[in-house]
């Protein structure tokens, strides 16, 4: 009985960090722009519904259409779990933006796509 009750609360244990989640948005003001138009790049982190603004390790990732990174950037905090970062990009073609969202054990990679003219 004891060992039945010792795996019941060995799986509940496991079972609660398997229903964390790490819901990461990634969101451009612009998705089609000119060269050198500014551009607004959006994360919004929330765990189990809820905006997360401590603790966040989070950078987005610049890469141009040749698949080259071009930099690393880290977004700043705007509140109800939002990290942003403004930006522009030369040239035409397809951009990509990843962010690389760590929290804890949780680890969250989106992208979007910003084409320029």
Not at 24 to 46: C, D, G, M, R, W
Not at 57 to 65: C, T
């Amino acid at each position: 009985m004891k060992k039945i009750l010792l795996t019941i609360l060995l799986l509940a244990g496991c079972s609660a960090h398997a229903n964390e989640t790490l819901d990461v948005s990634l969101n451009a003001s612009k998705s089609e722009l000119e060269a050198f138009e500014p551009v607004t790049i959006t994360a919004t982190v929330t765990q189990n519904g809820e905006p997360i603004q401590y603790d966040v390790e989070i950078e987005f990732e610049l890469i141009n259409p040749n698949g080259n990174t071009i930099g690393s950037v880290k977004p700043d905090y705007r509140g109800d779990g939002k990290y942003s970062i403004e930006t522009s990009f030369d040239g035409t073609g397809t951009y990509k933006v990843v962010s690389h969202v760590s929290y804890g054990e949780l680890h969250e990679m989106p992208e979007i796509e910003v084409k320029l003219k």
